[in-house]
């Protein structure tokens, strides 16, 4: 045997393998491998071991163990030689594959590309340990050569000094997300899906099929799916919202800031909005309730209720211990708000003022008065307005009561006249 070939896929579908004598016994037509391989070193993977393959005879398909096959390149070609046939079973199962079935012209992850592609080939080496598949081909030569005219169309294009573009993703950096057709499933904790950001993993399950779109969404856990959930469009969205098991749906919503989850149910059919928050905790249940009886042109219908408030008589210090206490989305932290004993909005100071401040001032001595303020019934209208000639990134809303209701973000203001824009 030699000490390494290496191959495609491609190269050895439907090609005879030989007996030891030079006779024909059959053609390749598919490679059982096995996903849970380690290699010498502790907790360090192997790529996925060929334990087995799958022939075709004058009679019949037949799997064999492929401990006894030996792969041998002369020139140009190969030559596949079964040193004895053994036949076996193959029950397919989470850790192993068939490479044809559930790999082959499947839709993958790129996780470092952080798009979805499709496998056209796969790229494999034989060594004295066995035979491994290294990555998967998703580029034009690969499918050229499943066609077999890559050989002569790259001498074709040598003539004018081109090249087919090749495009190998190794194997430790993809996930099969073809539920369709694939019979393998991710789980939660080992998924390479986990490791994206949720915007690229909006973007992925955006493309796929709806089915496919949802199995994958399922296996998120509740954290990250919420977090997906919010940067996808509207139409994924509402699909996942109609289209996943209540309970699944409920938990993924009171992870996400509850203006979020009012303007998702807000267009979704109001049987299975009334369920999804009869679902919901009471206290995430009741304040999304809050934001959905604001009509979609006044300020509360697009605020935030996340937000924290300080009374006026505490030091600096005592405010950014608080913060890191209550351990805010530091995506939706902007200011702080103070407050008086009967939680009457007094004015607000930005995080950055508070970071540069002296640790021993109180709030009341370094917050600005008149601070900009508006009302919960007020037009969305004068949002635009106030952002842009006070330079705010956060303005708090408060009632009648000079009580504060929540605050308006400048992503929501933008937001909000997209959507007007695109209704126009």
Not at 99 to 106: G, H, Q, R
Not at 229 to 237: G, I, N, S
Request: net charge negative.
């Amino acid at each position: 045997m030699t000490s390494q070939t290496t191959f495609y896929l491609s190269q050895v579908l439907g090609k005879k393998f030989l007996s030891l004598q030079g006779d024909e016994l059959g053609k390749i037509i598919d490679f059982y491998v096995d996903l849970t391989v380690w290699s010498g070193k502790e907790h360090e993977p192997l790529r996925p071991k060929v334990i087995a393959v799958k022939v075709k005879t004058s009679q019949r398909e037949f799997i064999y163990d492929f401990t006894s096959f030996e792969i041998k390149r002369f020139k140009r070609n190969l030559r596949i030689i079964c040193h004895e046939v053994n036949e076996i079973s193959a029950s397919k199962n989470t850790s192993r594959l068939w490479l044809v079935e559930d790999i082959l012209d499947k839709q993958i992850v790129d996780i470092n590309g952080r798009k979805l592609v499709r496998v056209h080939d796969v790229r494999m080496v034989m060594i004295p340990s066995g035979t491994f598949a290294l990555a998967v081909d998703v580029g034009l030569e690969g499918k050229f050569r499943r066609m077999g005219i890559n050989q002569p169309l790259e001498t074709f294009l040598d003539r004018f000094n081109f090249s087919l573009p090749t495009k190998l993703i190794l194997w430790d950096d993809i996930e099969t997300v073809d539920f369709k057709n694939a019979h393998i499933r991710l789980t939660t904790p080992s998924s390479k899906l986990n490791t994206l950001h949720p915007s690229d993993l909006a973007d992925i399950i955006e493309e796929l099929d709806k089915t496919t779109r949802a199995s994958v969404f399922a296996m998120l856990d509740d954290e990250k799916a919420a977090d997906v959930m919010e940067e996808l469009e509207p139409h994924a969205q509402i699909h996942l919202v109609e289209s996943l098991p209540l309970e699944k749906v409920a938990d993924v919503l009171e992870k996400m800031p509850a203006d979020e989850v009012a303007d998702l149910l807000d267009v979704i059919e109001e049987d299975r909005a009334e369920k999804l928050l009869a679902e919901m905790e009471k206290e995430s249940s009741e304040e999304v309730r809050e934001l959905l009886e604001y009509p979609d042109e006044v300020v509360g219908s697009i605020m935030s209720t996340d937000f924290i408030t300080f009374p006026e008589d505490i030091t600096v210090e005592e405010a950014i211990t608080g913060i890191r206490q209550k351990k805010p989305e530091p995506s939706s932290i902007y200011s702080v708000f103070i407050v008086d004993k009967n939680e009457r909005f007094i004015s607000a100071i930005s995080i950055m003022e508070l970071i540069i401040a002296e640790p021993t001032a109180t709030l009341k001595q370094i917050m600005k008065k008149n601070t900009v303020s508006v009302f919960d019934h007020d037009n969305v209208d004068i949002l635009a307005e106030l952002v842009s000639k006070y330079n705010l990134l956060a303005v708090p809303v408060i009632n009648e009561e000079m009580k504060m209701e929540g605050i308006v973000v400048v992503e929501d203001i933008v937001d909000d006249l997209m959507n007007k824009r695109k209704t126009r």
